[in-house]
C-alpha cells in the first residue's frame, strides 16, 4: 500500500473515530445523528479513493465512476445536517425532492452514460488520468450548488445565533469550508484542467473537518460528546505512554543486563514488569494531574466556593447585598460569565436585582420562563432541556411549553436557571450565562447549587424580614418626624397665642383699671402701638347726633404725634360722616365688615386733606390700613383704624384676631363703663330715697310718740269717769243709755289699748323699753286677762276657757304688766280672727321652762305668712276685711317683750280657715335671778304699760 493510501486509511480512521464517539455518546440527537451521516459518506468516499488508486487498469473506469458516485453523497448528507445544525429543522418535503431529484440525475449520469466521466486509466507515473465527459461542469455545479447552499445557511445561522452555539457554528462551518474548497480545487477544478497530482488530497483534508470539529467538541461542547473524547483521547495518550515507557524499560533494562539470550530476555521481561507495575500507578496518577489541569483547569473546590457563599450569606442582610455578593462570589468562583439574580416586585413580575457584572440594567424575566419555573422548582439547564425536546413529540403540549421555555431562555442567553423557593413560592430566580470555559454545567453544579439554593432561600426571607423592618423604621421615623414638625408648628402657634393672649391680658388688665372712657381709648389706642407691636391705630365713635364718627383716640406715641402734627385741624375735630361712599371708615362702621386698604387716604380722606395723609402715611411707613369694626352689644359704636407696617398678604389670621379682640375690648369697656354709670346714677337715687325715708320714718315715729301721750291722759280720764259711771258712783244709769255706756267704756278701753301699744312701738324703737322683771304666778295673770275679754268673746258667742291645770304652773321671773301685755294681745287675737268655735288657753311647765298656748278655732294663718306676723305693721292677707281695726302692731310689741324675757313666741296653723296656736316660752324662776328693783334705781320703773 502506498503512503497516500496510508495516510487517506488513517484520516478515514479518524473520521470514524469520531462518528463513533458522537454515536456512543448521544446518538439520540438529531444533529449528532446527521453528523454521523455526514461521517459514513465520507468515509465511503475515502474507501472509494483508496481502491481506485489500487485496482489495475481493468476495473479503474468502475472505480472511478463508484468513487465519484460516493462522492455525491456526502453533499446531501451535509446539505441536510447544516438544515439540522445546531438544532434546527430537517429540509422541507420540496427540498428533499429537489436533492433527491439532482441526486438521482447526476448518478445516473456517472454511472450509465459517459456525459460526465467517460473513463480512467493508470498512467506509468504519477496519478490516474480521467477523461471527463462533456457534462462534467454539471457535476462540478452540484457540488457547487449543495456546498453553496450549505455554507450559505450556516453563515447566517452563525450570524444569527450567539454565545457557544455560535463559536460552534463558527468551528464547523471553518473545518467544512477550509476542507471543501481545498478539495473542491484538488478534487473538482484541478482534474478538470487536466492535473491529477492532488486528486486524493480532498479525502485528507477531511481531517481539518475532524480537527476543528474534536476542537469544538472539547472546547465548545459540540454535540455534547466532550467527556467521552476527551477521556478516550486522554487514555489513548496514557496506554501510548505506558506501551512506549514498556518499550523503553525493555530496551534500558536489555541493554543494562546484557546479553541476548532466553534467559536474559525473561529476566529483562520480569524486570520491566516490575518496572512498570510498580510505576503504572504514580504514572497514571501523574498523567491523570496533568491532564486534569489541561482539561480540568478550572476544576472548583465547592466545599470551598460554598464556605465563602455561606460567610457572604451570613454577614449581608440587605437584599441588594446579598444577592450581588452571592452572585459575584459564585461567577467568579464558579468562572461563569454572568449570573443575574431577579425577584418579584408586587405585581408578580421578576425583575434583576443585582447581577455579577458592574452594572445592573432594569431587565424583566419572560412569563415563559418564570411561568414555567413556577411549574417545575427545579434547577433547569437549558442545554440539557434542548435535549430533552429533541426527543419529544411536536404536538404535545409539553413540547410547545418547553419549546417556550427554551427559545425564551435562549433570547435572554440563559444556560441555567436556579429557582429560589421558599415555603413553595418562588423567592428568587437565579439566572446562569455559560461557564467562561464553554463548558457545559454538569451534576456537580446542580449538586453544589441545589446544597446552596436553600440557604440563599432563607437568606433571602431573612432579608425581606429586615426590609420589613426597615420599611417601618422607615415609616416610624417618618411619623416621628411628621409629628414632631407639626408639634413645633403647634408650639409656633400656641407661642403666638400666647403672645396674643398677653397682649390682651396685658391691654385688658390696663384698661379695667380706670373708668374714664376717653382714658381707656387712648389707653388702647397706645397699646396698639406698645404692646401690640403695630404702628398705631385711631379710635372713633359715633357722635351724639348719630351722623358723624370723631376720632376718640390716636396712638400717642413722638412719630405719631410727629406724623400727625401736619394736620391743619387737630384730629377730634374732623368728623367723619356717616355715609357709605363718604369714606372706607364710614364704610366699615355702616357695614360692620373688616376692611382692607394700602392707603390712609381710602380711610380718612375726606374729611382730611388727601396730601396731608399721604405724609401722614409716608412718615410712619405704614403699608396696610385694617378697619375694624367696634361692636357693643350687637351695635356698632365706632371703627378702629389699625397701622400696620406690612402688606396685606404677610398680615396673619393671627393679627385680625389680635385687631378683633381689641376691638371687643373696646366694646366692653364701653358697655361696661355705661352700665357703671347708669348704676352710679340709680345709686345716688337710691340713697336719696333712704334718707327721706329715714326722715319719714323718724318723723312718723315722734308723731306717734307725741299723739300717744297727748291721746292718753284724756282717754284714761274718760275710762276712768265711765268706769265710775257704770259702777253706779253717779247713780243708777238709765237702763236705755246702759249699754251705749257700756259700749263706750268698751271702746275707749280698746283706745287706750291701742294708745298703749302705739306708745309701747315708740318706746321699743327709742330704746327705752325698761322691764320690772319679779316672781309672778301666770295662773292669776290669764285670769285678770281672761275677766277682762270675757265679754267680748261672749258678745262674739265664742267660748273662751282657761283649762287651768289642778297644780299651779311655776313662778316666772317677769315683768307682770309687760307680760299681760303679751298674753292680752295673744287672746285679743283669738277672739279677734274667730268668727266661730272656741278660744282654749292652756299653760304648760316643767323645771326649766313655762309654755303659754292660746288655741282658736278661727281663720287660720297661711303657712308661709306666720313668721311675717311678727314684724312691725305686718297683717295678714284678708284680715283687713275681717277686722278693719287692727294696727299690726301687737305681735310686734309681744315679740319684743318676749325676747326681753329670754323666752320665745311663734305661731302655728294648718293653714287658712283651720285655727292658729300662738305660744311663747318663757323660763321659769330661779332662786339666783333677782329683781330688777333691787339692782337699780326705781326711776326707770313705770306703771305707763299698765292700762
Ligand atoms: P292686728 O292689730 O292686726 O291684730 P297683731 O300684730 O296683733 O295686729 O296681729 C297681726 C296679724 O296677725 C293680724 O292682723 C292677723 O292677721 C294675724 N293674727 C293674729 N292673731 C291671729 C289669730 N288668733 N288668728 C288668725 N290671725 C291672727
Redesign the pocket.
Known amino acids: 500500500m502506498d503512503i497516500i493510501n496510508l495516510v487517506i486509511a488513517i484520516v478515514l480512521l479518524s473520521n470514524a473515530l469520531l462518528g463513533f464517539f458522537i454515536y456512543k455518546n448521544n446518538s439520540r440527537a438529531l444533529v449528532n445523528r446527521s453528523y454521523i451521516f455526514v461521517i459514513i459518506t465520507i468515509l465511503f468516499w475515502g474507501v472509494g479513493m483508496i481502491f481506485y488508486r489500487m485496482v489495475d487498469q481493468e476495473y479503474v473506469t468502475l472505480w472511478c465512476k463508484l468513487l465519484y458516485t460516493f462522492a455525491t453523497f456526502t453533499t446531501p448528507t451535509f446539505l441536510i445536517f447544516s438544515f439540522i445544525f445546531p438544532k434546527g429543522k430537517l429540509p422541507s418535503k420540496k427540498e428533499i425532492f429537489i436533492m433527491v431529484i439532482f441526486f438521482i440525475v447526476i448518478n445516473y449520469l456517472i454511472l450509465f452514460s459517459d456525459a460526465i466521466i467517460s473513463s480512467a486509466e493508470i498512467p506509468k507515473q504519477g496519478e490516474n488520468i480521467i477523461h471527463f465527459g462533456n457534462i462534467y461542469y454539471l457535476y462540478v455545479l452540484y457540488f457547487f450548488s449543495h456546498f453553496f447552499y450549505a455554507f450559505a445557511k450556516l453563515f447566517f445561522k452563525m450570524r444569527k445565533s450567539n454565545g457557544v452555539q455560535k463559536v460552534q457554528i463558527k468551528y464547523v462551518f471553518l473545518g467544512y469550508f477550509i476542507a471543501t474548497n481545498l478539495a473542491f480545487a484538488t478534487n473538482l477544478t484541478l482534474p478538470w484542467a487536466g492535473i491529477f497530482v492532488y486528486n486524493w488530497a480532498g479525502q485528507v483534508l477531511t481531517i481539518i473537518m475532524v480537527g476543528f470539529t474534536t476542537y469544538a467538541i472539547i472546547k465548545y461542547r459540540l454535540m455534547n460528546i466532550r467527556l467521552i473524547i476527551t477521556r478516550s483521547i486522554l487514555y489513548a495518550v496514557l496506554v501510548g505512554a505506558v506501551a512506549a515507557f514498556f518499550a523503553l524499560s525493555v530496551i534500558v533494562v536489555g541493554e543494562l543486563i546484557g546479553g541476548n539470550t532466553r534467559s536474559s530476555k525473561i529476566i529483562t521481561y520480569i524486570a520491566t514488569s516490575f518496572i512498570v507495575v510498580i510505576f503504572l500507578e504514580p504514572v497514571k496518577r501523574t498523567w491523570a494531574k496533568l491532564t486534569d489541569n489541561i482539561f480540568y483547569k478550572d476544576k472548583v473546590d465547592y466545599q470551598e466556593v460554598l464556605r465563602q457563599v455561606g460567610n457572604v450569606v451570613a454577614r449581608e442582610i440587605d437584599l441588594y447585598k446579598l444577592l450581588k455578593g452571592t452572585s459575584q462570589l459564585l461567577a467568579e468562583k464558579l468562572k461563569i460569565k454572568q449570573i443575574s439574580s431577579f425577584v418579584p416586585n408586587t405585581q408578580g413580575e421578576f425583575h434583576l436585582l443585582a447581577s455579577s457584572v458592574k452594572k445592573e440594567l432594569d431587565i424583566v424575566l419572560v412569563n415563559d420562563v418564570v411561568n414555567y419555573l413556577q411549574t417545575n422548582k427545579r434547577i433547569l439547564i437549558v442545554e440539557e432541556l434542548i435535549r430533552d425536546l429533541g426527543g419529544l413529540d411536536e404536538k404535545f403540549e409539553k413540547y410547545k411549553i418547553l419549546d417556550n421555555f427554551v427559545s425564551s431562555a435562549e433570547k435572554q442567553r440563559i444556560e441555567m436557571v436556579v429557582p429560589i423557593v421558599e415555603s413553595d413560592n418562588l423567592t428568587a430566580i437565579l439566572i446562569f450565562d455559560a461557564k467562561q470555559s464553554g463548558d457545559l454545567y454538569a451534576q456537580d453544579d446542580i449538586n453544589f447549587l441545589e446544597l446552596l439554593s436553600p440557604q440563599i432561600a432563607t437568606a433571602i426571607e431573612k432579608s425581606k424580614l429586615y426590609e420589613e423592618v426597615e420599611e417601618l423604621n422607615k415609616e416610624l421615623q417618618k411619623k416621628v418626624e411628621d409629628r414632631t414638625k407639626s408639634l413645633k408648628e403647634a408650639n409656633i402657634a400656641l407661642e403666638d397665642r400666647n403672645k396674643f393672649l398677653t397682649t390682651i391680658q396685658v391691654v385688658t388688665n390696663n384698661i379695667t383699671r380706670t373708668l374714664n372712657l376717653k382714658k381707656v381709648n387712648q389707653m388702647i389706642a397706645d397699646s396698639i402701638a406698645s404692646e401690640v407691636g403695630y404702628i398705631g391705630g385711631m379710635l372713633s365713635f359715633v357722635d351724639s347726633s348719630g351722623k358723624y364718627l370723631k376720632v376718640g383716640a390716636i396712638t400717642n406715641n413722638e412719630q405719631s404725634r410727629k406724623a400727625f402734627h401736619i394736620l391743619s385741624k387737630e384730629p377730634r375735630d374732623y368728623a367723619t360722616k356717616i355715609e357709605i361712599d363718604y369714606n372706607l371708615g364710614a364704610q366699615t362702621f355702616l357695614t360692620g365688615k373688616i376692611n382692607f386698604s394700602d392707603k390712609l387716604s381710602d380711610f380718612l380722606c375726606p374729611p382730611v386733606d388727601k396730601k396731608e395723609i399721604e405724609e401722614i402715611q409716608q412718615i410712619l411707613g405704614i403699608k396696610t390700613i385694617v378697619g375694624i369694626p367696634v361692636f357693643s352689644e350687637a351695635k356698632i359704636i365706632g371703627v378702629i383704624h389699625f397701622y400696620l407696617a406690612v402688606k396685606r398678604e404677610k398680615i396673619s389670621s393671627l393679627d385680625i384676631e389680635i385687631m378683633t379682640a381689641l376691638a371687643n375690648q373696646v366694646g366692653i369697656v364701653f358697655r361696661n363703663l355705661k352700665l357703671y354709670n347708669t348704676l352710679q346714677g340709680a345709686n345716688a337715687e337710691l340713697q336719696d330715697a333712704n334718707t327721706k325715708l329715714r326722715e319719714l320714718d323718724k318723723a312718723k315715729s315722734e308723731f306717734l310718740s307725741i299723739a300717744s301721750h297727748q291721746l292718753r291722759t284724756p282717754i284714761s280720764a274718760i275710762k276712768g269717769y265711765l268706769s265710775m259711771i257704770i259702777d253706779g258712783d253717779f247713780g243708777k244709769i238709765p237702763k236705755s243709755i246702759d249699754e251705749v255706756i257700756r259700749n263706750i267704756f268698751e271702746s275707749s278701753a280698746r283706745l287706750a289699748r291701742l294708745i298703749n301699744?302705739f306708745l309701747n312701738v315708740s318706746r321699743i324703737e327709742s330704746g327705752r323699753l325698761k322691764l320690772d322683771k319679779r316672781p309672778i304666778q301666770i295662773n292669776d295673770l290669764i285670769k285678770g286677762v281672761i275677766v277682762e275679754l270675757i265679754n267680748q268673746a261672749k258678745q262674739k258667742g265664742l267660748k273662751l276657757e282657761y283649762k287651768k291645770k289642778k297644780q299651779d304652773p311655776p313662778l316666772i321671773f317677769a315683768d307682770a304688766d309687760k307680760l299681760r301685755e303679751v298674753v292680752l294681745?295673744?287672746i285679743?287675737?283669738?277672739?279677734?280672727?274667730?268668727p266661730e268655735g272656741s278660744?282654749i288657753v292652756t299653760v304648760d311647765s316643767d323645771d326649766k321652762e313655762l309654755n303659754f298656748r292660746?288655741k282658736?278655732t278661727?281663720?287660720?294663718?297661711k303657712k308661709e305668712?306666720a313668721k311675717s306676723?311678727?314684724r312691725k305693721f305686718?297683717?295678714?292677707?284678708g284680715?283687713?276685711q275681717i277686722?278693719t281695726?287692727?294696727?299690726?302692731?301687737?305681735?310686734?310689741?309681744?315679740q319684743k317683750i318676749i325676747k326681753e324675757h329670754d323666752g320665745m313666741v311663734w305661731?302655728e296653723?294648718e293653714g287658712s280657715g283651720k285655727?292658729?296656736l300662738?305660744q311663747f316660752t318663757i323660763p321659769v324662776y330661779k332662786k339666783h335671778d333677782v329683781p330688777a328693783y333691787k339692782e337699780e334705781a326705781k326711776e326707770g320703773m313705770s306703771s305707763d304699760l299698765s292700762s
Open positions: 301699744i294681745n295673744l285679743d287675737n283669738a277672739i279677734k280672727y274667730t278660744i292660746v282658736d278661727g281663720i287660720g294663718i305668712e306676723l311678727f305686718v297683717r295678714g292677707s284680715v283687713a277686722h281695726g287692727g294696727s299690726g302692731l301687737g305681735l310686734f310689741i309681744a305661731a296653723s285655727g292658729s300662738f
